[in-house]
């Protein structure tokens, strides 16, 4: 499966931005992740194929919402009350595992730039 994320973009501390990620082929359980310069990737949120079930990391609760157009095959991450804290590559991966773990993920799209300012 192919993943392109858009969605990225400069903002100031409080804002907000909508990360999309469409996929071709198959539904899949999706997940974004983020990773900071010199940090590991580490998981923001998933959703099972169905949307039915979500989870979220802790620092994100509350403030980011996954959703999923299965008609359209494209995943979606609201970000709100942006921190300078959140800034990173965001990455959407896809899987047949719905888990926070980025290893178990099969595919991975090039990643979008946030940038959160003070």
């Known amino acids: 499966v192919q993943l392109v994320e858009s969605g990225g973009g400069l903002v100031q501390a409080g804002g907000s931005l909508r990360l999309s990620c469409a996929a071709s082929g198959r539904t899949f359980n999706m997940g974004w992740f983020r990773q900071a310069p010199g940090k590991e990737r580490e998981f923001v949120a998933s959703i099972t194929r169905s949307g039915g079930t979500v989870s979220y990391d802790d620092s994100v609760r509350g403030r980011f919402t996954i959703s999923r157009d299965n008609a359209k095959n494209t995943a979606y991450l609201q970000m709100n009350s942006l921190k300078p804290e959140d800034t990173a590559v965001y990455y959407c991966?896809?899987?047949?595992?719905?888990?926070?773990?980025?290893?178990?993920?099969?595919?991975w799209g090039q990643g979008t730039q946030v940038t959160v300012s003070s």
């Open positions: 991966g896809a899987g047949s595992v719905f888990d926070y773990r980025a290893n178990v993920y099969d595919s």
